[in-house]
């Protein structure tokens, strides 16, 4: 369902706001959107040397826990580490980690990182029993971070056995430190509680920014940032202070993975984590920098949230985490080497993983489309990866646009799983609502976790339908929120450096988002070992033409003049720096932009989806245009009438016979011919299996050599009925397995093949493009599945 587009209310910086950050009106206009409106706050945001901190010690319990890690060092006490398996809780152990073991000795710091198949998160009582058994390191000290406020239990035992309890979180509070009085301090009173007894408030103290009142800077701090934070006051304690900000690039790192909301102090930190990050000379961090193809020198959050924070997510969700720590903390650049190769692997694996797993989903979804009627779609299967649903589950919320639930069902075992929610439902709510139904839960409205015994799954599905309607909430504004509107030729590598003076962007900040409207294509060509990329250059009626880099491309550009919204960027490549637009959407241009969402016209739809169809129930071709595609039109006596043969003739009704690949396709279609009915036929007029897709693409190269002529990836996909994505993806398949070779994309249609094939197979990457391709297929069969069901509402045609 296409989105629609909205440009953000205007608003009006005062003068003063404008000479405060340099005089630029558009910089001064996109803060005070921010709610940035005072020179004093802006000169803060903007520049870190002007931002004011708060003090360790504003936290909760920060002068206690620092002062017992100051007395246990002193002591030669063993201190236990015990850390997180996701990023923000591998980058707090290795900084914990690091740091003390420059107090206190490298003997006298060990670290545990939980097993995300043998223990999940949090401290997992058989593994706190094997650690506290260890005759070679009995700890005295035990230090959680970015975990441990829900395991009173474990708090328990470890006072038991007489060891001293430190509790370093940024998870939500159990009730037990949910009960304040207020104007009280919520963690007085801890380690009162009666020996034997399991309780959290028996640890010897607490550092949780939950803790904080609603407003405070402190709040929004991640794991990694309380594990900052609690050093910081403990290198003043012994007299060292400073020399902790070394350790913020790993601060940097866990803020921009964690997703954590980068306002206040978490952005303070973010942004020194960044400077930091530039001048790294930590050994591991280099390595993995290398083998994720980041330049040191020009790092940035972009370059965490895409290359590097994924490399360092693999090992948590399919290996073993600790390997981080250890890649983190090592000074051996051979050794560093070596786990930074071992994570390269690891996040292939997870990619050919996550292709497989969503290709089954949407398989699932194909054979049975009912699921989709539910207003949350769940999917469980015995053989799927424990790391990889959570991704998936993700991929087919946005692809479904409703929270989706992803269950690991092994035979004989407990279904587990991860939920991802959309804008609008609360799924961890939901899911709570399902307690009765289930063994464990938890979560939060964007992404939960839940196990059930398999016997309640239909169960669980139902009730989740109903508690989805209850626990719906507000959305500010649905669509995509445009900050503003510029005539391209306004746009230069100038304005570009201003615009980086915002960053880093993430959660909370988000990266400005511009509209550029009436745009001429003037150039299209592919990018990337799979072609998957493509550069557009574009072109005002003005004169203006500017690069637009496009990311993983799968979909139709309008034909004639389009409206474009995109971020700003500059990209450096050996050295020089050149301005660049990234693409974001897309649509046909609209008469009337000044307000947006442009009002289109009202089209009536005629349903006749999922009914026998006779040929004179509808409008001759002469009369209308006709969407008609694949290779069984012969079969049932409709003419091939392709996505890009007819003329725009505005007015006319359209036919959509044949079912269409993509969202994406059914909307290009409407805005191109601006049709007065459309017809919604919907038959499926393709054979879309891979065997099949493989052979009609390989006759179509044997066509093409024979006649000496170029593929055009857009007739290709038109005469299957399929997507320019998926043949491009066949013919890298048959590149790999050695049928052929490809001379290069000449442009975005067009690629050159020889007969001759590549001079030696590539297994691995022919089994990573058949994952990929299978499934692409599979989404293109969800979809037509999803077509032929949807409410016409729900279609995002703009029906009469």
């Not at 009337?592 to 004179?616: F, G, M, Y």
Request: proline fraction near 7%.
């Amino acid at each position: 369902m296409a989105e629609p587009w909205s440009l953000l209310p205007p608003a009006a910086p005062s003068p003063e706001l404008i000479v405060a950050v340099g005089g630029h009106p558009l910089i001064a206009h996109l803060l005070a959107q921010r709610g940035i409106t005072e020179p004093a706050q802006a000169l803060a945001f903007l520049d870190p040397a002007h931002y004011t901190p708060a003090p360790p010690t504003a936290l909760f319990g920060m002068d206690e826990a620092a002062r017992l890690l100051h007395a246990a060092i002193h002591d030669r006490a063993n201190i236990l580490v015990w850390g997180d398996f996701d990023v923000d809780g591998q980058t707090s152990t290795s900084l914990l980690v690091a740091a003390l073991r420059r107090l206190a000795g490298d003997q006298r710091v060990r670290f545990h990182v939980p097993n995300r198949f043998t223990e999940s998160h949090g401290i997992r009582l058989p593994m706190l029993e094997e650690k506290l058994a260890d005759p070679d390191f009995p700890p005295d000290l035990l230090l959680t971070c970015d975990t441990g406020i829900s395991d009173g239990e474990a708090v328990g035992v470890a006072k038991d056995r007489g060891l001293t309890v430190i509790i370093t979180d940024h998870h939500d509070l159990p009730s037990e430190l949910l009960t304040l009085v207020p104007g009280q301090d919520p963690i007085a009173g801890l380690g009162a509680a009666a020996a034997g007894q399991n309780s959290i408030r028996r640890a010897d103290a607490i550092v949780n920014p939950k803790l904080q009142p609603e407003g405070e800077p402190l709040r929004t701090l991640p794991g990694v940032g309380v594990a900052f934070k609690l050093i910081q006051q403990l290198y003043s304690l012994a007299g060292r202070a400073g020399e902790e900000n070394d350790l913020l690039d790993l601060v940097a790192l866990g803020i921009v993975a964690d997703v954590a909301q980068q306002v206040h102090d978490a952005r303070y930190l973010l942004q020194l984590g960044l400077q930091q990050l530039r001048q790294t000379r930590r050994t591991g961090l280099l390595a993995l920098m290398e083998v994720a193809r980041v330049n040191r020198d020009t790092v940035d959050a972009e370059a965490i949230g895409f290359q590097i924070g994924p490399r360092m997510n693999a090992l948590g969700r399919l290996e073993d985490a600790t390997v981080s720590v250890e890649l983190l903390t090592t000074r051996d650049a051979i050794r560093a080497g070596q786990l930074a190769g071992r994570m390269e692997r690891l996040n292939q694996q997870r990619r050919l993983l996550t292709s497989q797993t969503t290709a089954v989903a949407l398989e699932m979804v194909d054979r049975n489309p009912a699921l989709l009627d539910y207003n949350g779609l769940v999917l469980s299967h015995p053989a799927w990866h424990a790391g990889i649903v959570g991704i998936v589950a993700s991929r087919l919320a946005e692809e479904f646009h409703k929270p989706t639930i992803l269950l690991l069902n092994p035979p004989g075992e407990a279904a587990r799983g991860s939920a991802r929610s959309i804008p609008g439902v609360d799924i961890g709510a939901a899911i709570a609502g399902c307690a009765h139904l289930l063994l464990t839960h938890g979560g939060h409205p964007g992404a939960a976790g839940m196990s059930l015994t398999p016997d309640n799954i239909d169960r669980f599905r139902r009730e989740l339908d109903s508690q989805i309607e209850l626990n719906r909430i507000p959305v500010a504004a649905p669509g995509r929120l445009i900050d503003a509107q510029l005539p391209l030729e306004t746009i230069d590598l100038a304005f570009a450096e201003q615009l980086q003076r915002l960053a880093p962007f993430g959660n909370g900040n988000p990266t400005p988002q511009f509209l550029s409207t009436q745009l001429t294509v003037a150039s299209d060509r592919r990018m990337g070992r799979e072609g998957q990329h493509r550069r557009l250059e574009v072109s005002s009626s003005s004169g203006a033409r500017l690069p637009v880099l496009w990311f993983n491309s799968s979909e139709e550009l309008p034909t004639g003049p389009l409206d474009l919204v995109y971020t700003i960027s500059i990209n450096t490549f050996r050295g020089e720096r050149t301005l660049q637009l990234n693409y974001v959407d897309s649509r046909a241009s609209q008469a009337d932009v000044a307000t947006l969402p442009a009002t289109k016209p009202l089209v009536k739809l005629h349903d006749l989806r999922n009914q026998p169809i006779s040929l004179e129930q509808l409008p001759a071709p002469a009369q209308a245009t006709w969407y008609a595609e694949g290779t069984k039109l012969d079969a049932i006596g409709v003419a091939y009438a392709p996505r890009t043969a007819a003329a725009a003739l505005p007015g006319r009704p359209l036919v959509i016979f044949s079912a269409p690949p993509t969202a994406h396709l059914l909307r290009w279609l409407h805005d191109r011919h601006q049709p007065s009915a459309i017809y919604l036929v919907g038959q499926l007029t393709n054979d879309d299996g891979i065997d099949a897709v493989i052979r009609a693409v390989a006759g179509m190269c044997k066509y093409a050599l024979q006649r000496g002529q170029p593929l055009q990836l857009d007739r290709m996909a038109a005469r299957l009925g399929l997507t320019t994505h998926i043949m491009r993806h066949s013919l890298l398949w048959l590149q790999a397995k050695s049928h052929l070779s490809l001379q290069g994309w000449e442009n975005d249609d067009n690629v050159q093949i020889s007969a001759t094939p590549s001079a030696t197979s590539d297994p691995e990457a022919a089994l990573l493009l058949q994952a990929q391709l299978t499934e692409l297929l599979a989404e293109v069969r969800a979809y037509r599945r999803y077509f032929l069901r949807a409410k016409l509402s729900a279609l995002g045609l703009p029906a009469a």
